[in-house]
């Protein structure tokens, strides 16, 4: 069975085949960081704009990589929410067309639940049951998964998410957009204790988070210190550190909660190499250890697309009707599949 992947969230356009019998075949991906740098963050109708323009040839691309035909293609995934509106229409009309043609199922599948999803693609995947911490610039969520579709969220952000937090203080700083790989890169040469941020939630019980006040510590940092190389670098470095601590905390207050040995950590958040380092830790003082995706598929990307779609295509699941997108879509509200009751990939 191999399905075709179309991942058009935010400000990339992902594209992916993957078999259920050889794993993933072929993928591509367009970044849009150079159209939307200049303007410091993703402007909607450009992303949408350039998913139309970039989609058809990466489906090319990657049928020829893959050296298959349309007519090889026994379904299609794309990514139905949560994400900009005008993107997610963009990838489900292209579905939706190329499905319609090809007379193949196709299903909208949730960009967080492939996200979730990603470590699967590896070559040591995790088995159910485990413990994910979702981390991207849109998302922060801690989920108990029992498998495909069976998930419990643990906790969230109650304001903005840490990638959103990561991007917000790389601004303040002088950083280019996108700010998470640079405030990393700026915050390993920083002076450690010259500041020290607010690690939010931790003296409270519950898995919730919160990364606004942290945000204002650092908007404070910024205004009453003389900004100079050496003051950049260990205020992102204290903003790192404030973060990985409250994630640390967090994950091994989880841990201990549902009793689980397993953490997968996706989402581009997923892709700092100080955060992957530290949970490692608090997963293997907890007698587990951590899996991630390889750093390619931390970011949006079609393969985890492809991935999430075929497992629950294969369960019989397919969309019926006029295309639908859901910009705003709750993990929890995500059903497991009705073909396998939620017992897990196929």
């Known amino acids: 069975m191999i399905i075709l992947g179309l991942?058009?969230?935010?400000?990339?356009?992902?594209?992916?085949?993957?078999?259920?019998?050889?794993?993933?075949?072929?993928?591509?991906?367009?970044?849009?960081?150079?159209?939307?740098?200049?303007?410091?963050?993703?402007?909607?109708?450009?992303?949408?704009?350039?998913h139309i323009r970039r989609i058809l040839p990466l489906v090319e691309q990657t049928l020829a990589e893959a050296e298959l035909q349309p007519c090889d293609?026994?379904?299609?995934?794309?990514?139905?929410?949560?994400?900009l509106a005008g993107a997610l229409l963009a990838g489900a009309a292209v579905a939706k067309g190329l499905a319609w043609a090809l007379d193949r199922p196709v299903l909208g599948v949730h960009h967080m639940e492939a996200?979730?999803?990603?470590?699967?693609?590896e070559a040591d995947p995790p088995a159910f049951p485990f413990l994910a911490l979702l981390v991207s610039g849109g998302h922060t969520l801690l989920v108990e998964v029992a498998g495909v579709g069976r998930y419990h969220v643990l906790g969230e952000s109650l304001d903005d998410a840490a990638g959103e937090a990561f991007d917000k203080t790389a601004k303040l700083l002088g950083l280019p957009y996108p700010g998470g790989?640079?405030?990393e890169k700026l915050a390993a040469v920083?002076?450690?204790?010259?500041?020290?941020?607010?690690r939010p939630m931790v003296d409270r019980p519950g898995l919730d988070f919160s990364f606004s006040g942290l945000k204002t510590a650092v908007v404070n940092a910024v205004h009453n210190t003389t900004l100079d190389e050496a003051a950049r670098a260990a205020i992102a470095r204290a903003f790192q550190d404030a973060v990985v601590d409250t994630f640390a905390i967090k994950v091994k207050r989880a841990l201990v909660q549902t009793g689980l040995k397993r953490l997968v950590v996706a989402g581009g958040?997923?892709?700092?190499?100080v955060l992957r380092e530290r949970l490692q830790a608090v997963a293997g003082a907890a007698g587990g250890r951590a899996y991630y995706p390889r750093l390619a598929f931390c970011t949006d990307n079609g393969a985890m697309i492809?991935?999430?779609?075929q497992q629950r295509l294969s369960m019989g699941e397919q969309d019926v009707g006029e295309v639908e997108v859901r910009p705003r879509w709750p993990l929890g509200e995500l059903a497991a599949p009705l073909a396998n009751a939620g017992l897990g990939p196929v």
């Open 7 to 50: 991942e058009t969230t935010c400000d990339e356009t992902g594209i992916a085949l993957h078999d259920a019998a050889a794993g993933l075949l072929a993928h591509r991906l367009f970044s849009q960081v150079k159209l939307h740098a200049e303007y410091g963050g993703v402007v909607p109708e450009l992303a949408s704009r350039d």
């Open 73 to 83: 293609i026994d379904g299609v995934a794309y990514a139905r929410g949560p994400g």
């Open 115 to 121: 996200h979730l999803l990603a470590p699967m693609l």
């Open 181 to 183: 790989p640079a405030l």
């Open 190 to 198: 920083g002076e450690p204790g010259r500041w020290v941020f607010p």
């Open 269 to 273: 958040v997923g892709a700092n190499t």
């Open 306 to 309: 492809a991935y999430a779609g």
